[in-house]
């Protein structure tokens, strides 16, 4: 049998059509059946995230009878007319083993080298598996999948560094406080940004959130969702005698705050180092400030010019994460030379329980 | 093995200072993003001959090894990098070794100078237990200064690369510059009180050597002005809030003003250097 995939990537497809082939979670036991009763596939995985919609199959259908019949299946599944083209990609053996590996090392993710593919695809695969879908060649490939995917985490730089602006910011933090458990936290206006900066804050064990806004209503809905408190937007800067990392993001057309109305502040609140994120555009932080001692400015280009090198860094680990997905792919195709074929007569198959 | 003596020992132990030093600077052009476990790792073997020297001349002598130049400063250099040994255990603030050890690689080069380590006298200078003590606290509190001093250069290191160079302040793997102040604290803390005790000890010390001299002696009001300016360091710390870059320059001028200075006030001194 040989291992094939089909499907559809943010690589390939709009979200639009991805959501369109997109499977629930209870209904993907039964797609699974409805592919073996085809004689489709003897053993088959559904991977179905917000990103793509693949089905890895081990067949032993000619591959190109195979891809029509599964794109078929697709379409059907889906109650899906229009015609498709390159939106649909298809992979054979060896390609298709390399796709799984690349995937499940986060090499085909839309953020390159994150890490919650791999928990989708082991949920994709502990589904087929327990629902005895999955026979001796995908058991093997899914199993040497995670193992590459731990492989290159430990010995490649795919997955070192941030690579959002919410995630780089928690770093800078990290880099000047001892620990963010005791921190608090000011956001000042309430963008989108500087809340998935203030959440991630939170997650890493930031103490609190102070909320300001010039919607108080806002703030306050904001703040209850944080856990902490919201304030007038005039009085922010009365808190900064407690917090230690402030996000800024309003629309003010100026800056609200410049050097000489930190100095006092920095007084009272005796020098403790400050982390200032000015996420705005115009800027709300005079650049000047930084020149403080104890004060820390860091505007939205110095977060995304981190971010974008830290990607870049992932991507110059492209080529040996590659190298190493090519080498561990070839005992997989070399096994399958050398092992008996397992039939696909719909007939439950032995599942391997351990990975050599 | 007559021939290899303490001195040999010790200068062994320089010349890995001296090549920690070297793979420092190759760790500083990387941007600090590999862990420091070599230089670690070169600085504990420097240690263990430094180690074996003191013991040596301490053996030969019957005395604690504090009783010239060449001695005080390679006591001094063991207390840093002892303290630093354990400091180090932490993963992040072995870094400190990377800024240590070319100030350890100097501090050694010095005091292997010929001039700094005359034989000793038939009595020696440090006859009483007391006397030894004074001596081994306040060359262990100028340690504890002289580490400090090494962890305010890295923080002033990584604080600029916060405020400057942000790309090579985050790819980098030193520690929290939070946590810096504090090993900076706790050392100036730890070296105030070593100081303290080395110094109120001046009086129970035996009287036939520093009768008449005390007085005239210039060491004493420097090594009062030592505790008085790390004292008032500290404090301006806990009472005012005075942290962050004045801190660290503070902690690292007065170690520089030590290490200039100190040999000569020991030199001009008439009880030290009779």
């Known amino acids: 049998m040989n291992v094939i995939v089909i499907g559809l990537s943010h690589h390939t497809s709009p979200v639009e059509l991805r959501e369109q082939f997109a499977f629930a979670d209870v209904k993907i036991p039964d797609a699974l059946k409805s592919l073996r009763e085809f004689g489709i596939a003897g053993e088959a995985v559904i991977l179905s995230t917000c990103n793509r919609v693949e089905i890895y199959a081990a067949t032993s259908l000619e591959p190109a009878k195979a891809f029509a019949e599964l794109k078929q299946f697709l379409k059907t599944a889906h109650a899906f007319e229009n015609p498709l083209g390159e939106e649909i990609y298809t992979l054979a053996e060896p390609h298709s083993l390399q796709h799984l590996f690349k995937v499940a090392s986060g090499l085909d993710s839309m953020v390159l080298g994150e890490t919650e593919i791999l928990g989708q695809l082991k949920t994709a695969y502990k589904l087929a598996h327990q629902h005895k879908h999955t026979g001796a060649r995908l058991n093997k490939a899914f199993q040497r999948a995670f193992n590459v995917a731990k492989h290159i985490r430990t010995h490649t730089s795919i997955q070192r560094g941030s690579v959002s602006v919410a995630s780089v910011a928690v770093e800078l933090a990290e880099k000047i406080f001892s620990s963010l458990a005791e921190r608090e936290v000011l956001v000042i206006g309430a963008g989108e940004t500087s809340e998935k900066v203030a959440r991630a804050l939170l997650s890493r064990g930031a103490k609190s959130i102070i909320v300001a806004s010039r919607s108080f209503e806002r703030a306050e809905i904001l703040a209850k969702e944080f856990g902490g408190r919201a304030v007038q937007f005039e009085d922010w800067s009365a808190e900064f005698e407690k917090i230690d990392i402030a996000i800024s993001s309003t629309s003010a057309p100026h800056h609200i705050l410049d050097r000489a109305k930190l100095e006092p502040l920095m007084r009272a609140r005796k020098n403790r180092p400050l982390l200032l994120i000015d996420i705005a555009v115009p800027r709300d932080i005079d650049p000047a400030v930084n020149f403080l001692e104890n004060v820390y400015l860091y505007n939205i280009d110095d977060l995304q010019s981190i971010a974008a090198d830290y990607l870049k860094q992932r991507k110059e680990e492209i080529v040996r994460c590659e190298q190493i997905i090519a080498e561990k792919v070839k005992p997989l195709l070399e096994m399958k030379k050398v092992r008996p074929q397992i039939s696909t007569d719909g007939h439950r198959l032995k599942p391997m329980s351990a990975e050599s | ?274």
């Open chain 2, 1 to 274: 093995m007559a021939w290899f003596t303490d001195r040999h020992f010790f200068l062994l132990a320089v010349a890995l200072y001296g090549l920690s030093a070297v793979y420092s600077v190759f760790l500083w052009r990387r941007g600090f993003r590999t862990d420091d476990r070599a230089n670690y790792f070169l600085l504990l073997a420097a240690f263990a001959l430094h180690t074996l020297a003191m013991f040596l001349r301490g053996f030969n002598f019957k005395q604690c090894p504090v009783n010239n130049l060449y001695e005080a400063t390679t006591f001094i250099a063991w207390t840093i990098v002892a303290a630093y040994l354990v400091i180090g255990l932490l993963p992040r603030l072995r870094f400190l070794g990377a800024f240590a050890s070319p100030i350890l690689f100097a501090m050694g080069v010095f005091a292997l100078m010929p001039a700094l380590d005359p034989p000793h006298a038939a009595q020696p200078d440090f006859s009483n237990g007391l006397t030894s003590l004074h001596a081994a606290l306040i060359l262990l509190a100028i340690g504890a200064f002289g580490l400090s001093a090494v962890a305010a250069l890295m923080f002033l290191t990584e604080e600029h690369d916060l405020k400057f160079h942000k790309l090579r302040a985050i790819f980098s793997l030193l520690p929290p510059i939070q946590r810096l102040e504090r090993v900076m604290n706790g050392l100036l803390f730890g070296g105030i009180l070593l100081l303290t005790a080395g110094l109120s000890i001046i009086p129970f010390l035996p009287t036939e050597k520093s009768d008449g001299h005390l007085k005239n002696d210039p060491l004493l009001p420097y090594s009062i002005f030592i505790w008085l300016f790390y004292l008032v360091l500290l404090v301006a710390r806990w009472k005012f809030g005075q942290g962050g870059r004045r801190f660290a320059w503070s902690a690292l001028g007065g170690f520089v003003f030590i290490l200039l200075t100190f040999w000569g006030f020991l030199l001009l001194s008439p009880i030290h250097h009779p």
